[in-house]
Structures are given as structure tokens and as C-alpha cells.
């Protein structure tokens, strides 16, 4: 890959709607501050409380515009929100910042039913500037029930096939709850895509990332165990997954360790990315 190649760093991140588990604290400026150590190019959430009547009343937490706004001041100027689930005092959904460009974005239930409401958020992203190069993603949340989260992944196969160019690169990534792993296989062998667990060449952790992080226990773990997501103050599930087409895995990580523990339940998966030069036409 050359060095001039397009390069992203990428993260995707449940925080659990900005609160504690058992209390239901506010604790969006951890989120926030976690937000500025991953600083990621594109972010995928999960699980953003746009709105709640009820915690804005509380003490800290923040007094104007919505939780999505207070998360992206003064470090991303897009993005994009889909509602998944409303009730009286607010509500909440998946969400994607980034540093470049959303020129369109779409968002669509998914849920299989009543008591789990799930979205599929899609969105384009142009990168630099003028018509640039145009990147699809799409930040998803799956439901809790195998049966649910198999049919989901059935349709956001067919959704891709049906919206997404076949050469355009793309990206997938959110919580899935696929402890089991059988959506993995469904949109592995459907969409042809990378898992960046699978794809990365190794897990050195990001140097700006140092204070967070736990002593790296370089050469005693496995991809598959460093991706582990959930919960967060001692990961044992890969719940969180990234999927790429069109893109180099460069590196792939889960910050641990209390201050991580401090804002969700889940730990983020952050992976940096390189853009694959695009293939000649009639290529295989």
C-alpha cells in the first residue's frame, strides 16, 4: 500500500445512551472525553439518547442542544442520527460523526419486534474535497434474539446489494450481539467483506491512546481475544464488529481498563484503515 494512500481511523461504540447501568447517572462527558481519545476520522454509536427530558433536569448534565450535538462540538462538523425507539421524555438511536463530508443519509427499522426497536443508518460520505471519494456506511445496532439478528442481517445484505454501487468501498459497523457468530458468516459470505479482527496484521496500541490503555500484553493474545468489547470492565463477548469492502486493515484495538470502564458497558473497537486503490474495470 502506498504511503500516499487515503487512510481512516474508524471506531464503533455502544454508550449505553450517556448514562449508568443501575442509576441512570449521566455520564456523557466521560463519553465525550472518550470520544477525543479514540479520535476517530468516522464514528459509529449506538445506543444515543438525543433526547431525555428527564436528564436534562439533572445536575452536569449538558443545559443546551441535544447529546448527539454535545458530542460532536469542536471535533466533527457531520453527522448523521436515525431515531430507532420514542417514548414521552425523548429517544434514541444509532448516530455516525465524521470529519468529511455526509453529502446523504437514511435511516430504516429493522426491528423484528415490539420490545427490541432496531435501526440500519446509512449514510455517504465524500472524502476531501470537491466530488472527492465517496465511501458508504452503515451503523447498526441487531437485536438480542438469534432469530432477530439473522433475519436483520438478511436484510442489510439485501439492502446493500440493492443500494450500495458493487465497486463503492463500505463500511459496516455497530453492535451486533453476534456472541455466536452467525451473522459473521451471513455477511461474510453475501457481501464479500472483511471482518478487521480477522484482516489486521496485528494490535499495537495507538500511541495517543497511552493513558488509557491497560500495560498491552504484546504476543500473549489472540486478534479474537484483543476484540473483545463487552462488558467493558473485563471484555470477555465480541459484540462490537467492523466490516470493510474496499479497504486495508492497517490495525485493529479495544481500549480496557477503569476510565474506559467508566463510560459504557462496552469498550470501542477502533481500526485504521487504508483505502484500496480502485480496480481496473472487467478486473475479477
Excluded at 41 to 63: C, H, K, T
Excluded at 260 to 267: E, G, Y
Amino acid at each position: 500500500m502506498p504511503d500516499t494512500a487515503v487512510k481512516l481511523r474508524v471506531a464503533t461504540y455502544n454508550i449505553h445512551k450517556g448514562v449508568t447501568g443501575i442509576r441512570g447517572r449521566p455520564r456523557i462527558h466521560d463519553v465525550r472525553l472518550a470520544l477525543d481519545a479514540i479520535d476517530a476520522d468516522i464514528v459509529f454509536l449506538q445506543e444515543v439518547q438525543d433526547r431525555n427530558e428527564r436528564l436534562a433536569r439533572q445536575p452536569g448534565y449538558p443545559s443546551s442542544g441535544t447529546q448527539l450535538d454535545f458530542l460532536a462540538t469542536g471535533a466533527y462538523e457531520h453527522r448523521a442520527y436515525g431515531m430507532n425507539a420514542a417514548y414521552p421524555h425523548g429517544h434514541h438511536g444509532n448516530a455516525i460523526l465524521s470529519r468529511h463530508r455526509i453529502v446523504a443519509h437514511t435511516n430504516h427499522d429493522i426491528s423484528d419486534h415490539l420490545l427490541e426497536k432496531r435501526g440500519l443508518l446509512h449514510a455517504v460520505i465524500r472524502l476531501g474535497r470537491g466530488r472527492g471519494k465517496e465511501v458508504h456506511v452503515i451503523c447498526v445496532h441487531f437485536g438480542l434474539i438469534k432469530r432477530s439478528r439473522l433475519r436483520q442481517a438478511t436484510f442489510l445484505a439485501d439492502f446493500v446489494h440493492r443500494e450500495v454501487p458493487a465497486r463503492a468501498p463500505l463500511i459496516i459497523a455497530g453492535d451486533f450481539n453476534d456472541w455466536q457468530q452467525r451473522v459473521d458468516r451471513v455477511l461474510r459470505e453475501r457481501l464479500g467483506v472483511d471482518e478487521v479482527t480477522a484482516a489486521s496484521p496485528g494490535e499495537p496500541p495507538d500511541r495517543r491512546l497511552l493513558d488509557w490503555l491497560l500495560p498491552w500484553r504484546s504476543g500473549r493474545t489472540t486478534p479474537a481475544e484483543v476484540a473483545r468489547t463487552f462488558p467493558s470492565f473485563a471484555p470477555w463477548l465480541t459484540l462490537d464488529r467492523i466490516y470493510v469492502r474496499g479497504f486495508q486493515v492497517l490495525e485493529m484495538h479495544v481500549p480496557k481498563g477503569i476510565a474506559w470502564a467508566r463510560c459504557s458497558d462496552h469498550a470501542p473497537l477502533i481500526a485504521e484503515l487504508a483505502l484500496r486503490p480502485p480496480r481496473p474495470a472487467g478486473a475479477a
